[in-house]
């Protein structure tokens, strides 16, 4: 079936543009954005908008966490002919300088979730390491992706408030990836679900300092063997300095007694010379990921799923409510972090998770917690 893009010598597979190359029905497209307050308001944004080709299927949502109250917007529909034009329901991505600038907006009516946001690079996106994971003979996840850390500037809604967006007060990051993880229906557990225990231990933490950004990205085994590791510190494009590998990273995390949830961190790098190079980061406040958002554990909904043509919704969430707050330990969290590194002040997403094993953090057994 010919697409309208196969006019653009553009093709990375021999077929049209109308398909992917692998036919995997976890095949997806996906951005997402973050919204960071330098710490005066206790606010939040994440967004995203995702293109699942194999099946059919367009979804977008806004997420904006304002104290403990989580505001959600969301939608999905048929997917279009139209790959450039990246909308469903209230929500559109405007790709205006590809890597540099884009906008995003989600229409929300009077009341409701609603922004409408530019985003402009501080530094140029970076290639992260290529990302898998395989449970047994199972590959859950194979993508690649790009971070991107810079600024905001615009209008964000919520919950009755709405907050003037600016690059001396916010700090963005946006995540760009496609590949093949987990979405639309699930499918049967099989074999290894019955047999192999889940386990993440997973740190992504982009920072926008003043003079450079870092890109921290680490996932472990239950038994601390590294399967994705990158420390990387980016300069501004006019600085002549290309990207800069930081070493292993090490990341020490303080946990709330009782729980595994962190309350401050370190992370230890270092440059080429071998001079150390660590951030202080302090966390204040947070989004589970699995509450609106979409992601793992989400009961609710989640990437993918067809829910017919022109489906809107509206959510609302307290995260005090004792039903909510059961799923807190089983969520990829994203933090609000103001970090420190030599000297200079940053801000950025601390995004972390830890479920099931993980030996070297004290967590021998599926339910341990920090002493």
Same mark, same amino acid.
């Given at each position: 079936?010919?697409?309208? #893009?196969?006019?653009?010598?553009?093709?990375?597979?021999?077929?049209?543009?109308?398909?992917?190359?692998?036919?995997? $029905? !976890?095949?997806?497209?996906?951005?997402?954005?973050?919204?960071?307050?330098?710490?005066?308001?206790?606010?939040?944004?994440?967004?995203?908008?995702?293109?699942?080709?194999?099946?059919?299927?367009?979804? %977008?949502?806004?997420?904006?966490? @304002?104290?403990? /109250?989580?505001?959600?917007?969301?939608?999905? !529909?048929?997917?279009?002919? *139209?790959?450039? $034009?990246? +909308?469903?329901?209230?929500?559109?991505?405007?790709?205006?300088?590809?890597?540099?600038?884009?906008?995003?907006?989600?229409?929300?009516?009077?009341?409701?979730?609603?922004?409408?946001?530019?985003?402009?690079?501080?530094?140029?996106?970076?290639?992260?390491?290529?990302?898998?994971?395989?449970?047994?003979? $199972?590959? #859950?996840? !194979?993508?690649?992706?790009?971070?991107?850390?810079?600024?905001?500037?615009?209008?964000?809604?919520?919950?009755?408030? &709405?907050? +003037?967006?600016?690059?001396?007060?916010?700090?963005?990051?946006?995540?760009?990836?496609?590949?093949?993880?987990?979405?639309?229906? %699930?499918?049967?557990?099989?074999?290894?679900?019955?047999?192999?225990?889940?386990? #993440?231990?997973?740190?992504?933490?982009?920072?926008?300092? +003043?003079?450079?950004?870092?890109?921290?990205?680490?996932?472990?085994?239950?038994?601390?063997?590294?399967?994705?590791?990158?420390?990387?510190?980016?300069?501004?494009?006019?600085?002549?300095?290309?990207?800069?590998?930081?070493?292993?990273?090490?990341?020490?995390? /303080?946990?709330?007694?009782?729980?595994?949830?962190?309350?401050?961190?370190?992370?230890?790098?270092? &440059?080429?010379?071998?001079?150390?190079?660590?951030? *202080?980061?302090?966390?204040?406040?947070?989004?589970?990921?699995?509450?609106?958002?979409?992601?793992?554990? !989400?009961?609710?909904?989640?990437?993918?799923?067809? $829910?017919?043509?022109?489906? @809107?919704?509206?959510?609302?969430? *307290?995260?005090?409510?004792?039903?909510?707050?059961?799923?807190?330990?089983?969520?990829?969290?994203?933090?609000?972090?103001?970090?420190?590194?030599?000297?200079?002040?940053?801000?950025?997403?601390?995004?972390? %998770?830890?479920?099931?094993?993980?030996?070297?953090?004290?967590?021998?057994?599926?339910?341990? @917690?920090?002493?």
């Amino acid at each position: 079936m010919a697409h309208p #893009l196969d006019e653009y010598p553009i093709h990375q597979v021999p077929r049209s543009m109308s398909y992917v190359g692998p036919s995997d $029905k !976890d095949f997806y497209d996906r951005n997402i954005f973050h919204v960071i307050p330098h710490g005066q308001v206790d606010m939040q944004l994440i967004a995203g908008y995702g293109l699942y080709p194999n099946l059919g299927v367009q979804d %977008a949502y806004c997420c904006v966490r @304002v104290g403990t /109250k989580q505001h959600v917007m969301r939608a999905s !529909d048929a997917m279009t002919d *139209d790959r450039m $034009k990246m +909308e469903v329901g209230p929500f559109r991505i405007e790709v205006i300088e590809p890597l540099n600038t884009v906008r995003m907006v989600c229409d929300g009516g009077p009341g409701e979730v609603s922004c409408d946001l530019v985003w402009s690079a501080s530094v140029p996106v970076h290639d992260e390491a290529h990302h898998e994971m395989v449970r047994g003979t $199972k590959t #859950l996840l !194979d993508a690649s992706r790009f971070v991107g850390v810079g600024t905001w500037e615009g209008t964000v809604s919520a919950g009755g408030e &709405t907050w +003037e967006i600016t690059p001396q007060d916010f700090t963005a990051t946006r995540d760009r990836s496609w590949g093949i993880r987990p979405v639309g229906e %699930a499918v049967g557990a099989g074999r290894y679900a019955e047999e192999i225990e889940p386990s #993440l231990h997973w740190f992504w933490a982009p920072f926008r300092f +003043e003079d450079f950004s870092t890109v921290v990205i680490l996932q472990e085994e239950s038994n601390g063997f590294r399967t994705l590791n990158e420390a990387t510190r980016l300069w501004p494009a006019g600085s002549g300095r290309g990207p800069e590998q930081v070493g292993w990273p090490s990341i020490d995390v /303080k946990y709330k007694s009782g729980t595994r949830f962190p309350e401050s961190a370190t992370i230890h790098l270092t &440059t080429r010379d071998r001079e150390p190079l660590v951030i *202080d980061v302090e966390l204040l406040g947070n989004m589970p990921l699995n509450v609106g958002c979409g992601y793992g554990s !989400d009961p609710d909904w989640s990437h993918g799923l067809w $829910k017919g043509r022109n489906w @809107v919704e509206r959510v609302e969430y *307290d995260l005090t409510d004792p039903e909510v707050q059961g799923r807190l330990p089983f969520a990829v969290t994203d933090h609000v972090a103001r970090a420190t590194c030599n000297g200079q002040v940053g801000y950025g997403i601390f995004e972390h %998770a830890s479920i099931g094993v993980h030996t070297p953090s004290g967590f021998d057994e599926f339910f341990s @917690v920090a002493p």
